[in-house]
Every structure is written in structure tokens, then in C-alpha cells.
């Protein structure tokens, strides 16, 4: 890894491992996202590229079901344009565990973008996300420690593994050397949303709001550890506990 390209470079995952890379003085990166402008339909090949994390596209469930046409041209048509402009590079892409319980057209692009990923590029690493959390994320937990009230949706019986972005991105730095193959970047934990709502609720002092559940959510979702050499370090609770 000497020359990297992040897609989604200014997202949640994206510009946390875009930091990690700098830190550590890692490889010569650089960056594409809609957010500063630029985007893979557009995009000016960058020479000598020699490895890609694509972290970029449409992520929600719920946009996905109203607007599956554009959930498609980002997740899908994306993909394709990414390996039709660095046919030479290996990709690691940021899959998703929806891609293996299809209930929504996310999971279906994830899944489809995958496929076509497999069949069409040089070298990849396909690495299943389950629910990543930390700095920037808009995901529950952090949605409720900085919200006023917690609104828990499906009355808070679905169950969900979470790992920290900054597990997440050493994951990715460690997927450069595995085989061609697809992980599941999981912490073998099944968390019941309730659990952490009550949590977060105890140390915040937030009141707590229990609704309907979302359309084309699953109900439980246990994420294994499938890769060969990482293990993720850090616990909901310390997280939860470190936040002010």
C-alpha cells in the first residue's frame, strides 16, 4: 500500500480512516466525496493508484425505500464506474450485513455492488460492516447521547453488533494483505437496543420514548468475526461512559 484513494473521504468512515492513514504515516492518500465536491462519475483518474477503500455511497434504509432508483446509481452504478477507471487496483469495499438478510433496496445494491466487484475487479477484499459507532457516526448510539430524548424505534426489541470506527479502520488497513475473499468484520456480540437506550438514558438523565419500529429494518442482527488476524478492542459501555 503505497498510493491510496478513499471514496467517501469526508464521511463518518471514510474521513476517520483518512486521519488514521495520515497519523501513522501510512501511504500517500487520496480522497473523492460529494462532500467537498467531487464524485466517482466525475472523477479524474489519479495515477499509480494501488489500492482503493470504497466507503462511498447511499446508507440509508429507510432513502433507500423511497428512492431506489438513486440508492442504484450510487451503490451500484458507482461501484462499477470506481473499477471501470482503476481496473489494476485492489478494492476493499465497504460492504454491509443487509447485503445477507435482503429486506430493503440497500441491501440489495450492497449485495448487487459486491457481486459485481467480485466478478470485475483484479483484487479485492469485500468486509462486511455491522453497526459502527463513534466520533461523526449518525447511528443510535451516538444519535442518542447527543440528542435531547431518546426515541427508541420497534419499542426497542431489536438486537444489533456494534464495533468502533476506530476498530473499523484498523480492520481496513489489515484487509490491504488478506485473500480475496469477503469477512465479516463483526465482535460475535449481540446487543439488544434496549439495553443500550437504558444505558445511555441512566448516565445522561434523558428521558426515554419508545415507537413503532422503522419499514425494512431487521429485527436482530449478530455480526461474527471472520477475518484472520484482527479483533475489535473497544466496549460499548467504556464508550458510553468516556462521553460527556
Not at 199 to 208: H, V
Amino acid at each position: 500500500m503505497k498510493k491510496v484513494l478513499i471514496t467517501g473521504s469526508a464521511g463518518f468512515i471514510g474521513g476517520h480512516l483518512m486521519s488514521y492513514i495520515l497519523e501513522n504515516n501510512l501511504a500517500e492518500v487520496y480522497g473523492i466525496d460529494v462532500l467537498e465536491g467531487t464524485n466517482i462519475f466525475t472523477h479524474e483518474p489519479i495515477p499509480d493508484i494501488d489500492t482503493i477503500f470504497h466507503l462511498a455511497g447511499q446508507t440509508s434504509v429507510g432513502a433507500s425505500i423511497e428512492n431506489p432508483f438513486f440508492d442504484a446509481t450510487m451503490n451500484i452504478m458507482g461501484t462499477i464506474q470506481l473499477l471501470k477507471l482503476y481496473p489494476e487496483a485492489k478494492i476493499i469495499f465497504a460492504g454491509s450485513v443487509a447485503s445477507k438478510d435482503i429486506k430493503s433496496p440497500y441491501g440489495l445494491s450492497k449485495k448487487t455492488a459486491g457481486d459485481y466487484i467480485k466478478l470485475l475487479a483484479k483484487d479485492w477484499t469485500i468486509c462486511n460492516f455491522p453497526n459502527v459507532y463513534g466520533k461523526g457516526s449518525k447511528g443510535v448510539i451516538d444519535t442518542w447521547l447527543n440528542a435531547k430524548e431518546i426515541v427508541v424505534n420497534g419499542w426497542g426489541v431489536q438486537t444489533r453488533t456494534f464495533v468502533n470506527v476506530l476498530d473499523i479502520c484498523k480492520a481496513l488497513i489489515k484487509a490491504v494483505d488478506w485473500d480475496k475473499a469477503e469477512y465479516d468484520l463483526g465482535s460475535d456480540i449481540e446487543t439488544p437496543i434496549k439495553d443500550i437506550a437504558e444505558a445511555i438514558s441512566k448516565k445522561t438523565g434523558k428521558p426515554l420514548n419508545y415507537v413503532n419500529e422503522k419499514k425494512g429494518e431487521i429485527l436482530n442482527s449478530l455480526v461474527f468475526n471472520t477475518t484472520p488476524n484482527w479483533i475489535p478492542e473497544i466496549k460499548i459501555e467504556e464508550y458510553i461512559n468516556e462521553k460527556k
